[in-house]
């Protein structure tokens, strides 16, 4: 299964939306000319090291990642979720939104890890508050998904909470899978993502409850 888009059209044009992917993917494309050494360098310079953190790397980390599968995760889920919470929180609201997400998402992680010298980098606890914001705000949306069975290929609507769901089991058994001696440097920042997470329902649900009230008096 590949997910491709949502069903609910944008509003508004998501320039947040793509600006935030192009500019991740700028780095993105910088880092591929990075050898191994130079990556984690580059990840230590601008990423969170929990045991030295310096307040702006919790903005700077969300826009680099290690990988393709990393990098192109989270650009897919920003392109298919970040659009309708944009249209939601507004241009303005959507930004500050993602980058404050990021930030306590990344300042959870050195929190919870305090001696850790691995550097945290990636917008995976943005993505997550995204995701939480969604499910608040969209319960009932539909994702357009491709079906690739052999030679057969079709797209079919999947109830867009399944993937949240799938998500949410995704990260936590990854979190578990890490728990033991060196889990802080494993690479997999469970507490971060499920931090954005629930600040993403926190924020739907203030939006909700904002909309309801408006819906009232009108």
Same mark, same amino acid.
């Given at each position: ?46 990423? &969170? ?17 290690? $990988? ?74 539909? &994702? ?24 949410? &089991? ?16 494993? $690479? ?31």
């Amino acid at each position: 299964m590949f997910p491709v888009s949502d069903v609910i059209p944008s509003r508004t044009k998501p320039v947040v939306t793509v600006a935030l992917i192009a500019l991740t993917s700028a780095v993105f494309l910088y880092e591929l000319q990075l050898d191994r050494g130079e990556m984690y360098g580059f990840a230590r310079s601008f990423g &969170v090291v929990p045991a030295h953190v310096v307040w702006f790397h919790s903005f700077t980390s969300a826009f680099l990642h290690d $990988g393709w599968i990393h990098f192109a995760g989270n650009m897919l889920y920003l392109w298919i979720f970040g659009d309708n919470v944009e249209d939601s929180l507004g241009h303005a609201g959507f930004a500050v939104f993602y980058l404050t997400a990021a930030a306590i998402s990344a300042g959870a992680h050195a929190v919870l890890n305090p001696s850790s010298l691995a550097p945290l980098i990636g917008a995976s606890g943005a993505i997550a508050a995204i995701l939480g914001a969604y499910f608040v705000l969209y319960p009932r949306s539909q &994702v357009l998904t491709a079906i690739f069975l052999v030679l057969y290929l079709d797209v079919i609507e999947i109830p867009a909470v399944i993937f949240l769901g799938v998500w949410l &089991v995704m990260q936590l058994a990854a979190g578990l899978a890490s728990m033991g001696v060196g889990a802080a440097d494993s $690479g997999m920042a469970i507490g971060a993502h499920l931090t954005g997470f629930g600040v993403g329902l926190v924020t739907g649900l203030v939006l909700k409850q904002g909309q309801k009230k408006r819906g009232w008096e009108e």
